[in-house]
Every structure is written in C-alpha cells, then in structure tokens.
C-alpha cells in the first residue's frame, strides 16, 4: 500500500510568487492534517480537513494560506505571494475514519519550500 | 495552555548503552500520547500510542510508557542505525497533534 504521497519534494520561489503543494493521502483514509516545521522547531498544525470541508483551521495563518481537499484529487495547500517566513518543510498527514487506535496519523515525506 | 516538552534536546550515547527520553504534557482532553522517528530529510514515522496511564508498548530495542504528566521513550543496547530524531506528541479529540521539538539521539559505535 502506498503511503501518503506528497509533492513535489523540494519546491524554489521566488518573493510574491504562488506556492502550491500537495498531498494524496493512504488509499481509505479521509481526514488530512497539514503541518509546518521550521528549523529549531516542532511541528506546527496548521489545518485539518476532511472531504470537501475545513474542519479545523486554527494554525493557518488568516492571509495568503489556503487549504482545500476536493471530493476527487489530492489535498492541496496554497501560499499567496510568498515571503522569506515562508521557508519551511511542510508536511501532510492523514488518517482513517473512525476514532481510536485507529487514529493514527501517518505523515508524507514533506516539502521543503524555499523563498529567494 | 497546552504544550509537549521534551528532554534532553540532544543525547549521544555509545553503542549498547542505554537510556531515557523523557515526554512531559499538559494538554487538556488528552486523546493518545504518540511517538515519532524521524530521519533527516524524511517524514515523521509512527513508533507508539499510548492511551492510559500505565500502559507500555515495545518494538525491537525500545519501550514506551506513559504516566500522568509524562512518557519516557527507554532505548535498551541501542545501535547506530537507531540514530534520528524522535518525537512525542498529544493528541486531542478530533483534531490535530501537539508536538514538542523532538530529541536527537546519536549512537555511535
């Protein structure tokens, strides 16, 4: 079984452009947490989402962030004119449907965003 | 305000020489205390859950337990290749994990 697939792995932009990065989650599961990390740091939730619907964006900055997970495709996470701040690894997690031992959260390898 | 910590930041050990790491929360509606590795460059990957107080769980050279306030990670005859990072987590009900910054364990041979 694939794992949760994230891309792309490194991503370079330049100052006010747009980043896009994205997250197909473990085949069955329907929930998707996004974190960041940036160095010397934990991580850092930024927003929960299940299909079709933000269920918890409290860590996600109110300007330029924006998440989505659309009903079919991956789980997308885009950053508006960027900013040297920006410049972290960014990670998705997903999970399956049900509460328990079963939810566990396995994570992608992550993107690293670099803003010149 | 909820928060993990974690202790030592960074612990190097030789080969074969165990030791603790410890997890310390105060997280409101805790739902599972977690263990992560991670390798750099890599994504977290998953060790342990751990529910109740009292509650152990091992895989190969380590062990985890969980207490009221705090977890320890016991890492018995460790081997170079158990070098990573590691990290503990909160979870709460129906929402995200809360993190602390991890420690770097190196061992050497």
Partial sequence: ?116 | EDQVTQSPEALRLQEGESSSLNCSYTVSGLRGLFWYRQDPGKGPEFLFTLYSAGEEKEKERLKATLTKKESFLHITAPKPEDSATYLCAAGQAGTALIFGKGTTLSVSS
């Fill in chain 1, 1 to 116: 079984n694939a794992g949760v697939m994230q891309n792309p792995r490194h991503l370079v932009r330049r100052r006010g452009q747009e980043a896009r990065l994205r997250c197909s989650p473990v085949k069955g599961h329907s929930h998707v947490y996004w974190y960041r990390q940036l160095p010397e740091e934990g991580l850092k939730f930024m927003v929960y989402l299940q299909k079709e619907n933000i269920i918890d964006e409290s860590g996600m900055p109110k300007e330029r962030f924006s998440a989505e997970f659309p009903k079919e495709g991956p789980s997308i996470l885009r950053i508006q004119q960027v900013v040297r701040g920006d410049s972290a690894a960014y990670f998705c997690a997903s999970s399956p449907l049900s509460g328990g031992s079963k939810n566990i959260q396995y994570f992608g390898a992550g993107t690293r965003l670099s803003v010149l």
